[in-house]
């Protein structure tokens, strides 16, 4: 079945196969190398190892977490295309050491360089989102792939 993906939403940034309703990993490192894997496997990004460690570099310098939510990411690499891959721990998560903030949910993006400036109009699109508790509620509550990618469907962002 072909799935649409609404223009100038969030959906259009992703597909099933980048969302994942429960995550196995319980650690950052095995979050981000779940969601790696699926951005790999969507032909999304090129080199699994490359584009992981990158990942972990930015993130260890550079944390992104605001409400729970991890936004981890790669930029400045050669990626096919503005993506993200997203994923809801059934338990939260230490983003870090055990003194780290705890996280529900893990937002990871690749931002090829040319899109820098798409992807920064996208933070508030997630800002939006994690700020609508009936959205947020929803997309929590999703147990498929297909019905997270209705949710970012409704979620609009600024024009790139």
């Not at 993006?109 to 929803?138: G, H, I, N, W």
Request: charged share 20%; with cysteine; proline share 8%.
């Amino acid at each position: 079945m072909l799935t649409l993906t609404p223009m100038n939403t969030l959906a259009q940034f992703t597909e099933p196969g980048l969302l994942v309703p429960q995550l196995t990993g319980d650690h950052r490192e095995s979050v981000i190398t779940e969601l790696c894997q699926r951005l790999k496997d969507a032909g999304r990004i090129d080199s699994l190892e490359t584009f992981s460690r990158a990942v972990m570099e930015h993130d260890a310098v550079a944390p992104a977490i605001f409400d729970g939510v991890a936004f981890p990411l790669a930029h400045k690499g050669a990626y096919r295309e503005l993506s993200f891959a997203l994923g809801m721990a059934p338990q939260a998560i230490h983003w870090g050491g055990p003194n780290a903030p705890l996280v529900h949910t893990v937002v990871l993006f690749a931002v090829p360089v040319a899109e820098e400036k798409r992807y920064l109009s996208l933070v508030p699109a997630f800002s939006k989102l994690l700020k609508d508790a009936k959205a947020c509620a929803t997309l929590h509550a999703c147990t498929r792939p297909e019905a997270m990618l209705e949710v970012l469907g409704q979620v609009r962002f600024g024009a790139p």
